[in-house]
């Protein structure tokens, strides 16, 4: 019976903590200990290490390259040391403190320390003298750490906050703060809070108070993946294989513990530990994993990754353990792929025939390739079958045997140009969010917000939550189909999933509350098909799919359309009551960009408003979000701020896009102090009826909302006149206008401030009116729409009355021209704005002015239009 190898340990040092380190390279592996030497192996090698002396004593930290190798002790010094001539080179730095941990960067030139004191310090290990501090730690530091590209860096404090900096600056900047995640330590504890960058460098891992590995991910900052190691104390050591797929933990309970990262299970647990391990290390190229003991010994454990396990280490780079990868973004259906350079797999085609003319039927088999067969007499014929001469296809030709496989465009070397790969648009659910750690939004809405929770195994739990929980009952339930999009309004709330291990994609409605009972149902999709995004109205479900198909059903289920979409691939949709908008790629435009097309239709007359129209988007922004107001206009909100809306869209070929909000230049925003930026939701009425857009605030860089989401913030439409620096400046007088004497040079300065305020309200009320107008003209308008309109009307003469005011008081007799054309601008609905525009004349005694009105009013008596002659 064959009994496993023992292993052995090597005495490196004398009892005490011990310490070590592979170089890059995997040649040798450094030790040290609270003796004055360090140890250097060489990896394969059964030979005594070589001793470099002249260490300070207890030693607390050790870092290496290829050439050197760096330690730091307990009475502050940052030593040097070569690997070449195994002596010492210099003292890099001196704390006045213990020095707790030292790290080197992946290029060799920066190492960080620290230590007792507040401070870090990152000092060049060529030249002493160019030292970067990092002072925002209140506490003590126990553990450095840099990322795989070396722009990072991670320190761990004992007062159990993390502190990430961005390294790449002169002047290194702090990123992000992590709380509540590692365990509040003392300075000279033997455990472990230390940060560990995965390869991938998409996230890190660090020891938790509860005995766990807790992953981070980078991108969001939000918590991943944890691995519950069943460890009975606390981690003492923890590292990364190279390639990112197997993790090593070990802790004071005397067991050393092997994990697959994908899955966080336990692949081996090794419980012949003999002290506590205080550092591990694995090579960089081999199934080894060597480790140092409180004891002073060294185990250099080979085949560390049972055989049945040993493939994983041949692997690639892999993954970190995300809940759901950051790199999906906000939709997880497959993209399309760019045709360029694309593969396509033929379906295998027969030999082609002859046809009716063509000149070998014409001639004849005797007549076939005597040419051919004259020069080709020369050569042997393989009669046998040998092998040595050509083989021919069925027409006498030579066949392509004897050329490699063809390769796409992408994989061949460009010779003359770069290969031209246009870049199309992904699609979007309007509303919906990436996953952040294990939750997401699917949609958000003026009624409330759906969301979904990632959960231990293959299930989710959805959320829907309404703002009036009066109306509406909150509700959630277990997701089995993983839904990834979803729709909500009034009436009910829509969700879909993407295809998965055989199963088709599916549409799943559930009404909110009916008369009779609640009637739920689902539809399958076609097998090939995954959903692009969804849309719910109060009259249909609309569903657009990777095929280009939009496929429309009632809200019973009742599939009503089904058509393929011309602007391909598919982007995004919105519906409203009895109208859709479909927006798909379309052509390339001159910087490589796909342009985005969009398509308005009514399902129930089946009229098509607007066919394949350009959305209108400045180079490169992107389109966030789509969707109707609550009047049922189409509004559109990109990455640069802008929310637009389309006037005249009911009217084939007359529609435009019309600015009516530039979050840039709201007012909140002019100090330019407010680093924020604002997620779309709707564009409604307010309580004073006023058109407002409804947003979610996100502060400093953030670009999604939270789960669960802020409340929503509502600012008033306002058009784009003039710039956030004009406003600013305007502010500024208003400010100086306080403390002047000249009172005279101060009104002007307000009048003309609220003159540009009228200007804009006047453009603003404009462009609302021409909305409603419009929809009173092609449906059938109720009380309180024509109400509205005569509101409207009567508003923008009041706009207009009120700078003629401005205009008569500001200019002279001579340049009353714009005081002209404001009184031609009145709609005069009821008859009286004309009269009181005279009597603003008279108030001023603009007598030319005077008599251009009095001329108007009697030309609108006589029923007569007007035709500029008065200008």
Request: charged share 25%; proline share 5%; aromatic share 8%.
């Amino acid at each position: 019976m064959a009994f496993p190898q023992q292993l052995r340990g090597k005495q490196a040092h004398v009892d005490g903590p011990t310490f070590l380190t592979y170089t890059p390279d995997g040649k040798k592996l450094i030790t040290t200990g609270v003796d004055p030497f360090c140890r250097v192996f060489s990896h394969g090698s059964d030979e005594e290490p070589t001793n470099v002396d002249d260490c300070q004593e207890n030693n607390t930290a050790v870092a290496a390259g290829n050439d050197f190798f760096i330690t730091g002790s307990e009475d502050g010094t940052v030593s040097k040391y070569s690997l070449e001539s195994n002596r010492f080179e210099e003292i890099l730095v001196r704390s006045t403190l213990p020095v707790r941990d030292v790290a080197l960067s992946p290029d060799g030139n920066w190492v960080a320390v620290a230590s007792d004191e507040l401070v870090v310090y990152v000092v060049n290990t060529k030249d002493m003298l160019q030292v970067k501090r990092l002072r925002d730690q209140n506490r003590s530091v126990k553990h450095v750490s840099f990322d795989r590209t070396g722009t990072r860096l991670a320190v761990s404090c004992t007062d159990g906050i993390v502190y990430i900096y961005d390294m790449e600056l002169e002047e290194p900047e702090m990123i992000k703060k992590v709380e509540s995640m590692i365990k509040i330590l003392e300075p000279e504890s033997g455990l472990s809070s230390k940060v560990l960058w995965h390869p991938d460098g998409r996230a890190f891992a660090a020891p938790t108070g509860l005995r766990e590995m807790q992953v981070m991910s980078t991108n969001d900052w939000e918590q991943q993946r944890s691995f519950k190691t069943g460890h009975s104390a606390d981690i003492t050591a923890a590292a990364w294989s190279p390639n990112g797929a197997l993790l090593a933990t070990t802790s004071s309970d005397l067991c050393l513990s092997l994990w697959d990262v994908k899955t966080q299970k336990l692949l081996k647990k090794y419980d012949d530990i003999k002290a506590t391990i205080q550092a591990i290390a694995w090579h960089p190229t081999e199934n080894t994993l060597s480790y140092t003991q409180i004891d002073g010994r060294l185990y250099i454990h080979n085949d560390f990754v049972p055989p049945e396990h040993a493939n994983i280490l041949q692997k690639p780079i892999q993954p970190a353990p995300f809940f759901h990868d950051p790199s999906e973004g906000r939709s997880n259906a497959a993209t399309t792929a760019l045709a360029n350079g694309t593969k396509y797999n033929l379906p295998e085609r027969r030999q082609r025939e002859d046809t009716v003319d063509s000149l070998d039927s014409l001639l004849g088999p005797e007549f076939q390739d005597d040419e051919q067969d004259e020069e080709m007499a020369d050569f042997v014929v393989d009669d046998d079958g040998a092998g040595y001469a050509p083989a021919v296809n069925g027409h006498g030709k030579r066949t392509n045997g004897h050329l490699g496989p063809l390769e796409s465009l992408s994989k061949r070397r460009s010779y003359t140009s770069a290969i031209f790969k246009p870049q199309l648009h992904e699609p979007f659910q309007p509303g919906a969010t990436p996953w952040r750690g294990n939750r997401r939004l699917l949609c958000c809405s003026l009624i409330g917000y759906v969301s979904t929770i990632s959960q231990e195994g293959d299930h989710h739990t959805v959320e829907v939550k309404f703002y009036d929980e009066y109306t509406h009952r909150n509700f959630h339930f277990t997701d089995i189909y993983l839904y990834d999009k979803a729709g909500l309004n009034d009436h009910g709330t829509l969700f879909s999933c993407q295809p998965k291990d055989g199963n088709p994609a599916r549409i799943y409605y559930r009404p909110h509350e009916t008369w009779t009972t609640r009637t739920d149902w689902r539809t399958d999709l076609p097998a090939g098909e995954s959903v692009a995004a969804i849309a719910l109205s109060e009259s249909y479900v609309v569903v657009t799919t990777s095929t280009n198909y939009v496929r429309i059903f009632s809200l019973f289920g009742l599939p009503v359309r089904v058509y393929r979409q011309k602007s391909s691939p598919a982007v995004t949709c919105a519906a409203w009551r009895d109208y859709v908008l479909t927006v798909g790629n379309g052509p390339v435009g001159g910087d490589g960009t796909a342009q985005l097309l969009y398509t308005i239709e009514n399902v129930k007359r089946d009229e098509v408003y607007q066919s394949e129209d350009i959305v209108a988007l400045p180079p490169n922004t992107n389109l966030t979000s789509v969707f109707f107001s609550a009047d049922g206009d189409p509004y559109i909100y990109d990455s640069d701020g802008v929310l637009l809306t389309l006037l005249h869209w009911r009217t084939n070929g007359q529609a435009r896009w019309v600015p009516m909000l530039d979050t840039k230049c709201l007012s909140r925003r002019l100090g330019g102090g407010k680093e924020e930026s604002y997620w779309p939701v709707c564009v409604a009425r307010d309580a004073n009826d006023k058109h407002v857009f409804h947003c979610m605030i996100l502060k400093g860089s953030e670009k999604y909302p939270t789960n669960p989401p802020p409340m929503l913030s509502e600012f008033p439409l306002e058009v784009p006149l003039s710039s956030s620096i004009d406003k600013a400046r305007e502010r500024e007088r208003e400010e100086d206008k306080e403390t002047m004497s000249d009172d005279e040079d101060g009104s002007s300065r307000k009048a003309e401030n609220q003159q540009q305020m009228l200007e804009n309200q006047y453009v603003l009320l404009s462009t609302l009116h021409s909305q409603l107008s419009e929809t009173l003209s092609h449906t059938r308008p109720t009380l309180d729409q024509k109400r509205d309109l005569v509101n409207k009307e009567v508003e923008i003469d009041k706009t207009l009355l009120q700078l003629l005011n401005f205009e008569c008081a500001a200019v002279a007799e001579d340049r009353g021209m714009k005081a002209l054309e404001l009184v031609t601008l009145m709609k005069d609905t009821n008859g009286k704005m004309l009269e009181f525009a005279l009597k603003v004349a008279e108030r001023y005694r603009k007598e030319v002015l005077m008599e251009k009105i009095r001329d108007l009013q009697e030309k609108k008596l006589m029923g007569g239009e007007d035709d500029g002659d008065f200008v």
